[in-house]
Every structure is written in structure tokens, then in C-alpha cells.
């Protein structure tokens, strides 16, 4: 009933000052599913809301995002690097955190304000759950109901090693895995979607069967010059399922010296790390879209009255500060902010859709004047990532608005060259160059396993397909390749390629150290 109400409230207040207490979040969460569904239509995973303290947060944040993750030092270094900065000062911590699961899971800090906690669960527990749920990446890649399981099982696993064969061999192995993570994914589709919930089983049933692989791979290798010279450069490729993207995958399945403990650790990271893989590529999407749920769910709240007006403009703060975009003179800037970017396209997007113009008539023929712009960004929500997403949607209004230009910067020149303008053709070039700046090409080398010399000193071999002629670091490669050396037993070849002319650039050696003790 609303006949006690004030005049122009439809709602009761959800709260009214900063304190808070259980039931008040549960009149949030109410209130805010309620403006997510009939507002938006958004389709989600069930949530499930977590109160954690600051240094549980910080916990968090050193351990990928991910608190149920497996023990390992480098979580513990990261953990008293935030917590320094934090302490001093010198930074804030997220007022959330949220995993890609199903339940979703929501961390929201005991130290926010009511109006604050109003704002992340409409941000995390329904705009990044509503991505998470209906984008095509997380769809392909992730087994949202799986990872929570999956987790424990791992740190059960991790611990349970470190008990049997000392953590020192453990941490080693561990710490050569994370220097591959980046070269731990596949790329494409496999033949068969991942499901997490079942790895605990095939775990036992692999180390029953002692990976018959071993055997199979290793059986092949010539006795003779003859019989090697029969053996074409082909068919071993072929038994090896060679080139192999995935380098962790590779080793899992081929390196000799390995323990069937040690390739199921190498199991679990590479599964981490194919986890997070279609995070990285949907960072200005994930985060559009968060923030563009978000505003929409405070603004139904405020326009009904379910929060008072101290409290809307205490979330228009901490919205402006949210979206806000340093220009590239201000001394902290730090590349364009993936919140301010997403949220004003998610808004150019809804302008075009209910009030275009002429030109955005003539750039979006499909979506202007459609008019029903919240499917129109479930659509693109479902449908796109980072890379395509800019390439498709970015308008030459918001490109004059940013006052963005594409600026070659040529080191082979003294000057710097305007490469594009706000005309016509340099809107076209500008919505590439920003696009690239998110392909994932460009943003992780291409470093496929080509050869392994199986008749002589089984030497494996790497490629990397060099991308507008940046060769990789050599301090950073050199560090990596021994830690593969390590993994593998062998010596290792990394040779950087020129794509168009096959020119061999640079060769990078690793030579094998002692095998990690098993």
C-alpha cells in the first residue's frame, strides 16, 4: 500500500542514512532485482551475496579474484604489496568483486555505505552476471556451474602434493606454469566443451591408467639411422598434432620427464587460465555493460522512490568518478578506462536506436530509429567482444566528443604524423586503429610448439609469428624459455618469424637445467 506515502513516492525508502544491517540487503537485492528485471530484462545466474571484510578483499585481489584459488607464494607477495599501498593511503579497494559462476558470487565490502551496496549488487550481482550468463565467450569457454568445485578440488589437490612431495617442488613447478599462463589457452574451439565438475573424476581415473600417452609418444622414437630415415618430418608431426598453440596443454601430454602429478598441476593452471581467458578479450564490454545496468537500476530506484535524493547524488559521485577519462596530459593517465569508454557506448548506442541523427542513419542503418535499444544491447552484450564491438560501434560523434586522433608514432621519424582526422575516412581509420588496440593478436604473442627432434637430441621447437615487427622482450623471454627448458627436460628453441617472408628474425635458446624433482 502506498496511501501514507509523500507525494510523488511509489516506493518505500530502502534506507535511509549510510548504516546497514542483513535485512536491509535483503530490501536492496529486492528492490534492485526488481528494477534489473522489469527495467532491463535481464536474464542472470541465481546470486549469491558475500559480506567481506577489507582484508579479506585484499586476500582476493591477490589471488587473481579468485579467494578459493590454490596456495602459492606469489599470492602472499601480491597480498602485502596491496596491503601496503592500501594502508598508506595510496590506493582504495574495489567496492566488489565478482566471480563468473553459477550461483554468481558477489563479494561486497562491510565497509560500504547502504547507497553504496545498492550500487554494487546492481553492478556486479546484475549487469556483469548478465554478461557473464548470455556472452558468447563466457558461453564457449567457461562452465560457470563447474568452477567452484572445480577450485576446491584444486587446492585440495595443490595441498595434498605439497604434503607428499615437499612444497619447494611444488612451488617450482608452479611458478614455471605461471610464467606460461598467457601461452596456456586455447584459442579456438575445441571439439569438446569443458566441464569442470567432472575433472575431479577423470583426475583418478588418469592416474589409474598412469597416462598411457607416455608410452605411445615415446615408443616411436627411431633405433636406427634407417629406420629414421623412413619416418617423415609429417607423420611425427602428425602423432604430436603439431603446431600446438597451447604450450601448457603440450607439455601436459608429451613432456618426458614429467610425473602424473606434476601434469595434472600443469591441468589445473592451464584450466585457470582458460578460465580468465574470455575476460581479457571483454573488458570494455564486461564493464559498459555493468555500469550502463547500474545507472539505469539507481535512476528506476530514485525515479520511484525507493532512494532519497542525498543518496542519488552520493551515487552520481561515485558514477561520475567511475566513468570519468583523464586526458593524456594528466599525470595519471593511464590509457582509456574500459568503464568510460564501454558506458558511453552503451549510451551513444541507446541514443542512436530511440533518437538518431542523419549520420548516425547512414553509419548504423540496422539500429537507428529501431527504438528498442535495451534488446538492441542485449543482442550486442550476447554477440560481440572487445575488438569487434569498437570496430562496429564506435560513432563519429563519440570519436568527436573524445576528441580522439590516430597519431603514428614511427621511430624511424623525428616528428609524429596526424594519420587521421574527423572526416569521413579518418572516423573509419580511427574505429580500426582503437579496435586493434583490443585484438588479441596484438595484445598476446602467437608462440606455437612446431618440431620436436624425437630422432636425435629432442630438442623442442618453438615459432613466434612476429606481428609489425615487434620482437619479444629478452630479458622477459629468456626467463620464460628456461622455465619451459625446465618443464620439458630438453633444450628449447624459440625462433621469431617474419609472417610474410618466413625470414628467421632472432632465435632465442634455452638450455635444459635439472628436471623439478618429482
Not at 566488489?96 to 561486497?108: A, F, K, R
Not at 596530459?329 to 568510460?340: E, F, H, L, V
Amino acid at each position: 500500500m502506498t496511501a501514507d506515502l509523500p507525494r510523488g513516492r511509489t516506493h518505500p525508502l530502502l534506507f535511509s542514512g549510510t548504516d546497514w544491517d542483513f535485512d536491509t540487503i535483503r530490501r536492496i537485492y529486492e528492490a534492485v532485482e526488481e528494477a534489473a528485471r522489469n527495467e532491463l530484462g535481464l536474464d542472470t545466474y541465481p546470486n549469491q551475496i558475500e559480506v567481506i571484510t577489507a582484508e579479506q578483499m585484499l586476500d582476493a585481489y591477490s589471488s587473481t579474484g579468485m579467494p578459493q584459488l590454490y596456495k602459492h607464494w606469489s599470492f602472499g607477495k601480491q597480498f602485502a604489496h596491496h596491503e601496503l599501498v592500501y594502508r598508506k593511503g595510496m590506493r582504495g579497494l574495489a567496492y566488489e568483486l565478482v566471480i563468473n559462476s553459477d550461483p554468481c558470487i558477489s563479494y561486497v565490502m562491510e565497509e560500504n555505505s547502504a547507497m553504496m551496496q545498492t550500487l554494487v549488487i546492481a553492478h556486479a550481482a546484475f549487469g556483469h552476471n548478465h554478461f557473464f550468463k548470455n556472452n558468447y565467450l563466457f558461453r564457449q569457454w567457461t562452465d560457470a556451474e563447474g568452477i567452484r568445485d572445480y577450485l576446491e578440488f584444486a587446492k585440495g589437490y595443490v595441498a595434498s602434493c605439497e604434503e607428499r612431495y615437499g612444497q619447494a617442488a611444488v612451488e617450482q613447478l608452479i611458478d614455471a606454469a605461471h610464467s606460461l599462463m598467457n601461452q596456456g589457452v586455447h584459442r579456438y574451439p575445441r571439439r569438446q566443451r569443458l566441464d569442470l565438475k567432472a575433472e575431479e573424476q577423470r583426475e583418478a581415473e588418469r592416474h589409474a591408467y598412469q597416462e598411457r600417452f607416455y608410452n605411445d609418444l615415446w615408443r616411436t622414437i627411431p633405433t636406427g639411422a634407417q629406420q629414421a630415415s623412413r619416418q617423415s618430418e609429417d607423420k611425427r608431426r602428425a602423432l604430436l598434432e603439431l603446431p600446438e598453440e597451447n604450450i601448457l596443454y603440450f607439455l601436459e601430454k608429451t613432456a618426458p620427464k614429467l610425473a602424473p602429478w606434476q601434469r595434472e598441476i600443469l591441468r589445473i593452471v592451464r584450466h585457470v587460465a582458460q578460465y580468465f581467458y574470455p575476460q581479457s578479450q571483454t573488458k570494455v564490454m564486461n564493464e559498459g555493460c555493468a555500469t550502463y545496468c547500474h545507472y539505469r537500476i539507481m535512476t528506476r530506484l530514485h525515479r520511484q522512490g525507493s532512494i532519497n535524493d542525498g543518496a542519488f547524488l552520493e551515487f552520481l559521485q561515485s558514477h561520475t568518478n567511475v566513468v570519468a577519462q583523464p586526458t593524456f596530459d594528466t599525470p595519471y593517465y593511464n590509457g582509456i578506462n574500459p568503464y568510460a569508454l564501454g558506458f558511453a557506448m552503451m549510451e551513444d548506442i541507446a541514443r542512436i536506436c530511440n533518437d538518431p541523427r542523419d549520420e548516425d542513419r547512414e553509419w548504423f542503418p540496422d539500429i537507428a530509429g529501431k527504438g528498442d535499444a535495451d534488446n538492441v544491447l542485449k543482442h550486442i552484450w550476447a554477440n560481440y567482444r572487445d575488438e569487434s564491438f569498437i570496430a562496429q560501434f564506435l560513432s563519429p560523434r563519440l570519436i568527436r566528443e573524445w576528441r580522439i586522433f590516430h597519431v603514428l608514432d614511427n621511430a624511424n621519424k623525428n616528428v609524429l604524423e596526424i594519420a587521421a582526422i574527423h572526416d569521413e575516412r579518418g572516423y573509419r581509420r580511427i574505429r580500426r586503429a582503437l579496435a586493434r588496440q583490443y585484438d588479441i593478436a596484438w595484445q598476446q604473442a602467437d608462440i606455437q610448439v612446431v618440431d620436436v627432434d624425437l630422432a636425435g637430441d629432442r630438442h623442442l621447437i618453438l615459432q613466434h609469428e612476429v606481428v609489425n615487427g615487434i620482437l619479444l622482450a629478452e630479458g622477459d623471454t629468456a626467463q620464460v624459455l628456461q622455465n619451459l627448458a625446465t618443464l620439458w627436460g630438453y633444450n628449447v628453441i624459440l625462433r621469431e618469424v617474419d609472417p610474410a617472408t618466413r625470414k628467421v628474425l632472432k632465435e632465442h635458446v634455452a638450455r635444459a637445467t635439472p628436471a623439478i624433482a618429482a
